[in-house]
Nanobody, 115 residues
């Protein structure tokens, strides 16, 4: 089993920046990639970004490309999402997920972009 705990979500002004963290514990050696998803009220969960846990290759949704950066600290088993130039439409609960023998999810962290 893998446990995931997100943190870093808060209220931020449009145009601002925020960094989310996701700490993994448990059978982390079984993880081969990690992802960020988000879900806005009344909408389906949306893919945001992904990183290959070993090689570090990254992938992004078009809606965040050039503004968000996914990264990981392999030694600390921590995933990050640096979010810049935030827009009100980025408001959502952000979830991190780990892919291994099965999919694992954190509890989510709320990001609100509003003036």
């Amino acid at each position: 089993q893998v446990q995931l705990v997100e943190s870093g979500g808060e209220l931020v002004l449009p145009g601002g920046s925020l960094r989310l963290s996701c700490k993994a514990s448990g059978r982390t050696s079984s993880i081969y990639s990690m992802r960020w998803f988000r879900q806005a009220p009344g909408k389906e969960r949306e893919y945001v970004a992904q990183i290959d846990w070993g090689g570090g290759h990254t992938y992004y949704a078009d809606s965040v490309k050039g503004r968000f950066t996914i990264s990981r600290d392999y030694a600390e088993n921590t995933l990050y999402l640096q979010m810049n130039s935030l827009k009100p439409e980025d408001t959502a609960v952000y979830y991190c997920g780990a892919r291994g023998p099965e999919d694992y999810w954190g509890q989510g962290t709320q990001v609100t972009v509003s003036s």
